[in-house]
Each structure stands twice: as structure tokens, then as C-alpha cells.
């Protein structure tokens, strides 16, 4: 599900690919000293948007640090850290535990099972800490599961519960851009459950999995996508972001779109 909130590094400057790199490195980092380091291994790409997204609205400070690490132990890199990195960190871990949990309830996958059991422990420390964040996913998932269960054909139902999800996850706190915050997240989450749908459907077929889109035509999947997508970027500019904008913006208007047209042209050449 997770995965296409990416940049497109074709059309980043090399302090902008330098700056992504180092909030990258820097929620890994955070992963690792806060929850573990098998945590590490759960870093998502959507986690790192969610620091680089709310650091621009709340012009956090940042710390740089220049260490090596674990996985590149003889290249020194930036680190880029400050509150928000915890908080996308806490919640990276408890998308993993749920993820674990979900693929253990569809396949009895063994492994997904103890993985569940590892972060369950962090799971109930970052409850403590985030209440009502961890009820809504929680809350949300299992409305997904039902919807998923029924075989529902309308892809706007489940779209908009996992969109309900991910608003949850944006908001941080309590404050003026809540509902802006809400409201953009939300928009975000419908795109990525579509967009997955979209990149599975093959093989979801072959392998006789649901997804909301098998009752739409390919064909219309780009136009699709792209109104979605309008409504996440109309979203986007209620929200007074200036910092890392190069960034976020290549994200948006590009970045998301990389999979997908990546597949786009396989299938082209298939063609040919």
C-alpha cells in the first residue's frame, strides 16, 4: 500500500537530492535509537514525506549531524532530526505492526506473525503516547478489513476509509492547521489506495485478491488518478508551506506519479 509518495530524482537539484537524503536518513536514524534497530527495516518513503511536510508547516528546527551508520558504516552522511522526525517515526512503526497483522490475518503468514509480536511491545508505548492517532488507524483498518472482506465495488468506499487513515496520521496536534492538515492527508490516502489498486490489479486477479478497481476500465485509471490527485494538490496550497517547497512540490506534481508511469511505458514496450 505504501511506497508512492516518492521523489522523482531525475528532477531534483543536488542540494535538493542532499536535503531528501537527510530527512531520510535521519527517520531511520530516529527508528533505529527509538524503537529498535530491526525497526529500521520498516522505513517507509511516506513516512518521510510526513517529516518533510510537517517540519515546512511548523518551520521546525532542525539538527544536522554528519555520522556513518550501520547500513553505510564507511560514508559519512547527514542527519536531519528534530521533534516531528519521532512522531513520523512512532507512527512508521505502528503502520509496520498493523501491516504485519493484516498480512498474517489474509495469508497465515508465520514470519508476519512474529514480526506483529516483535513491535508489539513499541506498539502499546506508542498508544500511550498517541491515543487518539493509534484508535483511528486502528478504528480505520478494521472498517478496510470489512469493506475489503465484502468485495465492495465501489473503489470511493474503501479509498475513503484508508483516507480517513492517513488524515489522522497528519495531524500532529490540536491547533489552526488541524482540519487543513485533515483534509489534505485525507485526500493523499484516497490517491495512494487507488493508485495501489491500480498498479495491482493484474495481479490481484491472477492471484484472486480484491481490489476496488476491477469493475473500472484501465483506460480510465490516469484520469482518475489525476483528479484525485487535484484535489490532494488544492489541498496542499490552503496550507502555507515555503520551506522545502522545491521538495514537497516534486513530490506531488512528480514523485507520486514515477511508478506508475514507469509501468506505463513497460507496457508500451510489451507492445511494441
Given at each position: 500500500?505504501?511506497?508512492?509518495?516518492v521523489?522523482?530524482?531525475?528532477k531534483?537539484?543536488?542540494?535538493?537530492?542532499k536535503?531528501?537524503?537527510?530527512?531520510?536518513?535521519?527517520?531511520c536514524?530516529?527508528?533505529g535509537?527509538?524503537?529498535?534497530?530491526?525497526?529500521?527495516?520498516?522505513?517507509?518513503y511516506d513516512?518521510?514525506?510526513?517529516?518533510?511536510?510537517l517540519?515546512?508547516?511548523?518551520k521546525?528546527?532542525?539538527?544536522?549531524?554528519?555520522?556513518?551508520?550501520?547500513i553505510?558504516p564507511?560514508?559519512?552522511?547527514?542527519?536531519?532530526?528534530?521533534?516531528?522526525?519521532?512522531y513520523?517515526?512512532?507512527m512508521?512503526?505502528?503502520?509496520?505492526y498493523?501491516?504485519?497483522?493484516d498480512?498474517?490475518?489474509?495469508?497465515k503468514?508465520v514470519?508476519?506473525?512474529?514480526?506483529?509480536?516483535?513491535?508489539?511491545?513499541?506498539?502499546k508505548?506508542?498508544?500511550?503516547?498517541?491515543?487518539n492517532?493509534?484508535?483511528?488507524?486502528?478504528?480505520?483498518?478494521?472498517?478496510?478489513?470489512?469493506?475489503?472482506k465484502?468485495?465492495?465495488?465501489?473503489?470511493?468506499?474503501p479509498?475513503?476509509?484508508f483516507g480517513?487513515?492517513?488524515?489522522?496520521?497528519?495531524v500532529?496536534?490540536?491547533?489552526?492547521?488541524?482540519?487543513?492538515?485533515?483534509?489534505?492527508?485525507?485526500?493523499?490516502?484516497?490517491?495512494?489506495?487507488?493508485?495501489?489498486?491500480?498498479?495491482?490489479?493484474?495481479?490481484?486477479i491472477?492471484?484472486?485478491?480484491?481490489?476496488?478497481?476491477?469493475?473500472s476500465?484501465s483506460?480510465?485509471f490516469?484520469?482518475?488518478?489525476?483528479l484525485?490527485m487535484?484535489?490532494?494538490?488544492?489541498?496542499?496550497?490552503?496550507?502555507?508551506?515555503?520551506?522545502?517547497?522545491?521538495?514537497?512540490?516534486?513530490?506531488l506534481?512528480?514523485?507520486v506519479w514515477t511508478?506508475?508511469?514507469?509501468e506505463?511505458?513497460?507496457?508500451k514496450?510489451?507492445?511494441?
Amino acid at each position: 500500500m505504501f511506497g508512492y509518495v516518492v521523489v522523482n530524482t531525475e528532477k531534483l537539484t543536488i542540494d535538493e537530492k542532499k536535503r531528501y537524503k537527510a530527512f531520510y536518513c535521519g527517520l531511520c536514524k530516529t527508528l533505529g535509537t527509538r524503537r529498535g534497530i530491526i525497526s529500521r527495516f520498516t522505513l517507509t518513503y511516506d513516512m518521510t514525506f510526513l517529516v518533510l511536510f510537517l517540519s515546512a508547516l511548523y518551520k521546525n528546527d532542525n539538527i544536522i549531524q554528519t555520522q556513518s551508520c550501520i547500513i553505510h558504516p564507511l560514508k559519512p552522511h547527514e542527519y536531519c532530526l528534530n521533534e516531528i522526525t519521532e512522531y513520523a517515526a512512532d507512527m512508521n512503526v505502528v503502520l509496520a505492526y498493523y501491516n504485519f497483522l493484516d498480512d498474517w490475518a489474509d495469508d497465515k503468514n508465520v514470519l508476519s506473525l512474529g514480526a506483529a509480536k516483535l513491535f508489539e511491545r513499541q506498539y502499546k508505548s506508542i498508544e500511550a503516547q498517541y491515543p487518539n492517532q493509534c484508535t483511528s488507524i486502528r478504528k480505520s483498518l478494521c472498517e478496510l478489513y470489512e469493506i475489503e472482506k465484502s468485495g465492495e465495488l465501489n473503489p470511493d468506499v474503501p479509498a475513503n476509509c484508508f483516507g480517513k487513515l492517513m488524515g489522522e496520521i497528519f495531524v500532529l496536534r490540536e491547533d489552526e492547521y488541524e482540519e487543513k492538515l485533515r483534509a489534505f492527508g485525507t485526500s493523499l490516502g484516497k490517491f495512494i489506495y487507488i493508485m495501489d489498486g491500480c498498479m495491482d490489479l493484474k495481479s490481484d486477479i491472477i492471484n484472486e485478491r480484491y481490489n476496488p478497481m476491477i469493475a473500472s476500465s484501465s483506460e480510465n485509471f490516469h484520469d482518475i488518478l489525476n483528479l484525485l490527485m487535484a484535489d490532494c494538490i488544492e489541498n496542499y496550497k490552503k496550507l502555507s508551506i515555503n520551506q522545502d517547497k522545491g521538495l514537497i512540490e516534486n513530490i506531488l506534481y512528480s514523485g507520486v506519479w514515477t511508478k506508475y508511469e514507469a509501468e506505463r511505458k513497460k507496457k508500451k514496450g510489451v507492445h511494441k
